[in-house]
């Protein structure tokens, strides 16, 4: 049993020890943070959310009920209004799920992504682009993503949970951080030489074996089987994709392999003109791999039941 906040906060600090940027730079941000709180006024102040202060992941946040004591979760890569009702329904039948967890964000997790998505200036610049050009790509696309989330029903489902009265929270970047580093570390070690190479090492890993069931698993979105790896980039944290004039800089820079979790149509054709390769590990397994990765930490620190619903796979490392 644990308060949902202090699990929150845990999972807060687990992402930030796996974060693609350095400490200091977290620590500048939330310091810059504060600051322009201090300077706020009014209504402005009063519906301020204080747990940016301390938290710099503004895709994970508490939605409902943070004092809630919680033991058994369900977690889920996307909730939705009819998930919390099959969960309603699950507990009528004495299932004793205590809180609900999605992985991609909503309600103000969903209208603040955006601000997640500078990590990936790091992230760039860690596969090789300067970053002076790795900050014009990525504060390009913040801006439309800002603009692209804000007209939707952002309080729907947080809403939905209140009135169920389930205590709700989201935890997107904090997860796909474990994700990155994981896999990074994993295909550095592994050395694959082929694409082929590459998807039989991720497909040794059981989210990805498990993704195979469902037809989406592993799969070559730019590429053949018997090319090379070379170097390899990482589309795994910060948010959402890119745009697509990112990809002429990663070839500039060498990069000949990405390996994302999605890859929308108009960036595949880019990928195909800058002859990087493609693979795409599949989003539900990746999601699922991170999530596993920061849920074991939890259950080894708190006393916690982590039930999969709508396309998370459990699977324990300990
Ligand atoms: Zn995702």
């Not at 969903?110 to 682009?129: P, R, T």
Request: aromatic content about 6%; charged content about 30%.
């Amino acid at each position: 049993m644990v308060k949902l906040k202090k699990l929150h906060e845990f999972a807060v600090q687990e992402g930030i020890k796996q974060d693609p940027r350095d400490q200091e730079q977290i620590e500048n941000q939330l310091e810059k943070r504060k600051e322009e709180f201090e300077d706020l006024e009014g209504v402005r102040k009063e519906e301020f959310d204080e747990n940016k202060l301390e938290n710099p992941f503004d895709d994970s946040k508490v939605l409902n009920k943070p004092d809630a004591d919680v033991q058994k979760i369900a977690f889920g890569i996307d909730i939705e209004t009819q998930d919390l009702l099959l969960l309603d329904k699950l507990n009528k039948n004495k299932e004793n799920i205590d809180a609900v967890i999605t992985h991609h964000p909503d309600g103000r997790a969903l209208s603040n992504l955006y601000e997640v998505m500078k990590l990936q200036i790091d992230v760039l610049e860690n596969a090789g682009v300067p970053i002076s050009q790795a900050e014009a790509v990525v504060k390009g696309r913040v801006k439309e993503v800002m603009r692209g989330v804000h007209g939707g029903n952002l309080s729907r489902t947080p809403k939905a949970a209140e009135l169920l009265d389930f205590p709700y929270m989201c935890l997107h970047t904090v997860a796909d951080n474990h994700a990155h580093q994981f896999l990074k570390s994993y295909l550095e070690n592994e050395n694959p030489y082929t694409l082929k190479d590459l998807m039989d090492s991720l497909i040794e890993l059981p989210e990805f074996a498990w993704s195979l069931e469902y037809g989406m698993g592993p799969t070559i979105f730019n590429g053949d089987e018997e090319n090379r790896v070379g170097k390899i980039a990482y589309d795994m944290t910060g948010g959402t994709e890119l745009n697509k004039d990112r990809l002429e800089k990663m070839a500039q820079s060498g990069i000949n392999t990405i390996v994302a979790m999605h890859m929308s149509q108009s960036q595949v054709d880019e990928a195909g003109e800058q002859n990087i390769n493609v693979v795409s590990a599949g989003h539900m397994p990746s999601d699922s791999l991170g999530i596993n990765l920061l849920m074991d930490k939890a259950i080894q620190e708190f006393d916690l039941e982590v039930m999969e619903l709508s396309g998370f796979k459990r699977v324990s490392r300990i």
